[in-house]
């Protein structure tokens, strides 16, 4: 067993038992077709709350520059505002004092934290025969993330070691289906950490989701959690392998 | 718990119950898919769209309540996502931001709720119960600068007086024993079965102490025909602990239409549905009972309330720029940049880019050198790059001069330093690019033919000299020796960094001219130079330029620290003059093997980037072969003065050089000429026949005693 990779036909057997263990889960995978082609991917998306500490907000890496630092939080401001107060008056326009009292709302606020919005995509990549997982972050207003404030949302001493592992290579690329940019953590080193796994369940003769296995591995990186109940509920559940 | 503050403050206004209102969450595709939509559909079409979100009751504690929209939210017939419920919803998308800030949201909110109202009236709302959940969205898309004004509102019909509160919330598993949660659990699962869905929105359930039934709200009057203990469920969105979501409101005006009058109270079931690490709960779902308020048949339409407030809490509409994830321009430039990060986390951890990107580049030749320089030069992520040429794109060019093509050569062809910047731009619209189409005053091309000659060469002279003030870094990438004469001499006397790349047919040198020490004061010679003496990496630099450590083993040619480094001209025993006429093999270099420029072009990027990553910059010791196993000045390695190849050999070397104390452009004599006469001087030299400057330096001298050794530009037993 010296190649550790993936047919295509195999990655869709894995994401069909995925599927099926999803839906026993409710864990919210879904199998996207894109218009138009046969060509598809599991999605999931997720919320998380992070909580801000307003001063290191964006902190990148924890070794940027003040003005960096700066920067990004000033971008972030201008990014997703309400309309500037000049203008309040304005869009109120014949509205403000229309506004009906209503005493029917509670007022209990969700504070200071800031709920984002993860949206992951596990495609096939033909070139390293291995699943690729893409992502995307957003605000509630639906702005993507940049990459620095993605890293800056991993807690910081989990962040170090990961940009000295080989799981360190989130990129921005184009998702290959849909165009959109997206982040992604770059295949090239998936082969290297699956192969000891892969190796041991052979020699145990353990049937193994490709898939499944790989995602446990890199999903809590970027903050996907995959239950351990797809390993304890499902053991009977046939293997492609 | 946090809610017992909440609890407090209700039951002091009366039990009154209090409702979470929904949060707008939009998804990236859905603004994606707007803009789609905006420019291939809707164009000026403002009428109202008809579009859809969704809502969960499966959310974490702490979440707030969500209206969801995706991109899938304009295919009304789509899919909702598993166990979500969907909402309709109406997109009035206007073509100005005017017409966003003047539309009447009063209105609006009116026409939606009077369709609601009639829906309950009819009891249309009774067989599909969606049409409580109604959303409206206001929206206007300024797709120059991607930016998205938009304003959501969730109308919700009100009972003047409120909903009292008969029971206070409890959560399903401190009321219902576990048989009853498992049978509701039960119970819902079968009615989502029967009805074909994943979640149902509004239902009707009668329980006893070990067994729940469920129906469908239309199914009202035959279910509790046999019972006065009415509950109704309701998918609820919430998760705070003791209120319910938005979608109960509706519900209850509902209610209180048709059978306010015979009910008295009501129960009620907040479903909410979550499964965490693979275990699926509901006992966390509220219950609790209301007296429901009476609501006459004949009524008028209630009041309405319902849009939204913004972050800051505030009845107002919100705005979110997206043009870092929409724009293309601004996506190639943060690609670009990205790229370049890479490099710095995977590999070179201490590169700062910075300094590379901010540099202000000067290229003299839009060639094959000058092309090729330029495209590395964005490669690296440069933004500032001036071109200065005098040439017409001709016919030979495109096919060795990357930044052209054949339409450029038409009709007489383009200027290539204009046409440079075009496909700069073209390639990078990041880019701040600038062409000067203009000659540089060579030595022994006279320009004293009449007075317009003169004052032209004048003026080139001046906006030459501002140009090199103006940048970090001079590139000389011209196809004649005696050209890169008064640049030179200009940048030696301003300080600044000087890269320079000269081809023969098959070699090359690329060098780094000698910087300089600083001049000691200001406004000596040049004043007009600004604070940026030489490259931004040296004016960091905190020890004195030319204090260069001494190491050990230290011979002529080696160790020799940037300032005291030749330029060009160092090495030559002959001024410059007219090539054109006396064309030796070395100094013309219109001739050579076609990879050649592209090598020399790049290592001349390359070489600049490896300078501003020393933290001496152009004052670093100058690297040479023998560095190759040494432990190298900067995070990219050596820092050479000359790198120069030979294609026959496919081999390079690193020889370093002393600046020429009689050299004919970077020597004190020529600098303080300069200095002290400038264009007068310059002018002399430009009418002179060579004789002048050999004059000057002593060259002429040194000729007559040295018999006119023959000298090459290196000697051949020079080691590799």
Request: with cysteine; aromatic share 10%.
């Amino acid at each position: 067993m010296s190649w550790c990779g993936l047919d295509e036909q195999s990655f869709h057997l894995c994401c069909q038992l995925l599927l099926q263990q999803s839906e026993q889960l409710n864990d919210g995978w879904s199998w996207e077709v894109v218009q138009g082609s046969d060509e598809g991917y599991l999605k999931k998306t997720a919320l998380r709350v992070v909580n801000i500490n307003p001063s290191r907000k964006w902190d990148l890496e924890g070794l940027n520059s003040e003005s960096e630092t700066q920067s990004c939080q000033d971008t972030e401001r201008d990014q997703s505002a309400p309309v500037s107060t000049d203008d309040a008056d304005d869009f109120k326009g014949n509205f403000d004092e229309e506004v009906v009292e209503d005493d029917s709302v509670c007022s209990e606020a969700a504070g200071s934290s800031l709920v984002l919005q993860y949206e992951y995509h596990i495609l096939f990549s033909c070139s390293y025969s291995v699943p690729v997982l893409y992502f995307r972050a957003f605000t509630l207003e639906g702005r993507s993330l940049s990459l620095e404030e993605v890293w800056s949302s991993v807690h910081p001493n989990f962040r170090l070691r990961l940009q000295s592992s080989p799981l360190n290579t989130i990129t921005l690329q184009e998702h290959p289906l849909l165009g959109q940019p997206f982040f992604m953590l770059h295949p090239c080193r998936t082969e290297e950490f699956m192969r000891p796994v892969l190796q041991e369940a052979q020699h145990r003769h353990r049937p193994v989701n490709f898939v499944l296995t790989w995602l446990s591995v890199v999903g809590p990186v970027v903050g996907l959690e995959v239950p351990l109940k797809y390993c304890t509920l499902l053991r009977p559940a046939a293997s492609p392998d | 718990m946090a809610s017992g503050t909440s609890e407090a403050a209700s039951s002091a206004a009366d039990l009154k119950l209090q409702f979470a209102p929904f949060s707008s969450a939009l998804e990236a595709g859905f603004w994606h898919q707007l803009t789609q939509k905006k420019l291939d559909d809707y164009r000026l079409d403002e009428s109202p769209k008809c579009i859809k979100g969704y809502y969960y009751n499966g959310d974490p504690l702490g979440l707030p309540t969500r209206l969801t929209l995706e991109f899938s939210a304009f295919e009304i017939d789509g899919p909702t996502p598993a166990r979500c419920c969907s909402a309709i919803g109406t997109l009035y998308n206007t073509n100005t931001l005017d017409a966003f800030k003047t539309t009447d949201k009063k209105a609006l909110l009116e026409k939606e709720a009077k369709e609601i109202w009639e829906a309950i009236q009819s009891g249309a709302a009774l067989k599909d119960p969606s049409i409580l959940s109604r959303f409206i969205l206001l929206t206007f898309a300024d797709l120059k600068k991607y930016h998205f004004y938009y304003w959501f509102c969730f109308p919700a019909l009100c009972f003047p007086e409120g909903i009292k509160i008969v029971q206070q919330p409890s959560m399903l598993e401190q009321v219902f024993s576990a048989k009853q949660v498992s049978a509701l659990q039960e119970a819902y699962d079968g009615l989502c079965i029967k009805r074909g869905t994943t979640a149902v929105p509004y239902f009707i359930m009668k329980y006893t102490d070990d067994a729940v039934q469920m129906a469908a709200l239309e199914d009202w009057d035959a279910f509790f025909a046999d019972t006065k203990k009415v509950t109704v469920g309701v998918y609820d969105p919430c998760t705070l602990s003791q209120h319910p979501g938005w979608p109960l409101r509706n519900l209850l005006v509902l209610l209180a239409y048709r059978w306010g009058s015979k009910l008295d109270t009501v129960g009620v079931l907040c479903f909410r549905d979550r499964t965490l690490q693979g275990s699926r709960s509901i006992q966390h779902s509220l219950i609790f009972q209301i007296k429901l308020p009476e609501l006459l048949h004949n009524s008028a339409c209630p009041k309405s309330v319902g849009w939204e407030k913004n972050p800051k809490g505030a009845m107002g509409p919100r705005m979110v720029n997206l043009s870092e994830c929409m724009d293309p321009k601004r996506l190639a430039e943060s690609s670009v940049d990205l790229n370049l990060k890479l490099m710095r986390w995977r590999l070179v951890p201490s590169l700062d880019l910075d300094k590379v990107v901010s540099t202000k580049c000067l290229l003299l030749g839009a060639g094959t050198l000058g092309c090729n320089v330029a495209r590395t030069l964005m490669g690296w992520g440069v933004r500032r790059i001036t071109f200065v040429d005098n040439a017409k794109i001709s016919y030979s060019n495109p096919v060795r001069q990357p930044l052209y093509e054949f339409e450029d050569c038409l009709g007489g062809g383009k200027s290539k330093a204009m046409a440079a910047v075009d496909r700069l731009t073209k390639i990078f619209p990041g880019v701040n690019a600038e062409g000067y189409n203009m000659s540089i005053p060579m030595p022994g091309h006279p320009v004293n033919f009449s007075q317009a000659t003169l004052a032209q060469a004048q003026r080139d002279v001046e906006q030459l000299e501002k140009l090199i003030s103006e940048h970090d870094v001079v590139f000389l990438l011209m196809d004649t020796r005696e050209s890169r004469w008064l640049p030179t001499v200009i940048a030696a006397s301003k300080r600044k960094l000087v890269v320079n790349a000269a081809l023969g047919f098959d070699t090359f040198v690329v060098m780094r001219h000698g910087l300089k020490k600083p001049l000691l004061g200001q406004g000596v010679s040049a004043g007009a130079d600004s604070s940026s003496s030489c490259s931004s990496a040296s004016s960091s630099s905190s020890t004195p330029a030319g204090s260069a450590p001494t190491v050990p083993g230290s011979s002529l040619f080696s160790n020799i620290p940037g300032h005291k480094l030749g330029c060009y001209f160092c090495n030559d025993v002959v001024a410059p003059g007219d090539s054109t006429r006396d064309r030796t093999l070395d100094q013309q270099c219109t001739v050579s093997r076609p990879g050649l420029a592209m090598i020399a072009g790049a290592l001349a990027v390359e070489m600049m980037v490896s300078i501003l990553q020393h933290s001496e910059g152009g004052y670093a010791v100058a690297s040479s072969s023998d560095d190759r196993m040494n432990e190298p000045p900067t995070s990219l390695g050596l820092v050479p003065h000359q790198i120069r190849g030979f294609l026959s050999r496919f081999d390079n070397v690193l020889p370093a050089s002393l600046a020429f104390d009689k050299c004919t452009a970077c020597s004190p004599i020529v600098l303080d000429h300069y200095g002290r006469e400038g264009f007068n001087f310059l002018s002399k030299v430009f009418n002179s026949s060579h004789s002048f400057l050999e004059d000057l330096t002593g060259l002429t001298l040194l000729h007559q005693e040295t018999q006119a050794a023959e000298i090459w530009d290196m000697s051949d037993d020079e080691s590799i």
